[in-house]
Nanobody, 117 residues
Framework: QVQLVESGGGLVQPGGSLRLSCAAS????????MGWYRQAPGKQRELVAT???????IYADSVKGRYTISRDNAKNTLYLQMSSLKVEDTAVYYC???????????WGQGTQVTVSS
């Protein structure tokens, strides 16, 4: 199992920026995919961005051009740089790790991102 701890959420005005971090520990050798998901009130959890340990990255259409996912393998840390934030980006953001078959190896506890004026 993999333990994931997110940080970096908070309150930001529309148009602002935030950077989320996700530190991984435990059975990190099994990790192939690492990604960010989000869940807004009353909505299902949705994929935001994911990356493989070979550098393949996928973004949701709603965040393309505004969000950047990156990994520091030496620090076992995943980042999400969010720019040009919109009110509709408000959600709890979760970090996820999965093996090469896509089987989840763990979820973080979530970090709240609120975009409001």
């Amino acid at each position: 199992q993999v333990q994931l701890v997110e940080s970096g959420g908070g309150l930001v005005q529309p148009g602002g920026s935030l950077r989320l971090s996700c530190a991984a520990s435990g059975s990190i050798f099994s990790i192939y995919y690492m990604g960010w998901y989000r869940q807004a009130p009353g909505k299902q959890r949705e994929l935001v961005a994911t990356s493989t340990n070979r550098g393949r990255i996928i973004y949701a259409d709603s965040v393309k051009g505004r969000y950047t996912i990156s990994r520091d393998n030496a620090k076992n840390t995943l980042y999400l740089q969010m720019s040009s934030l919109k009110v509709e980006d408000t959600a709890v953001y979760y970090c996820n790790a999965a093996d090469s078959d896509g089987t989840s190896a763990g979820w973080g506890q979530g970090t709240q991102v609120t975009v409001s004026s």
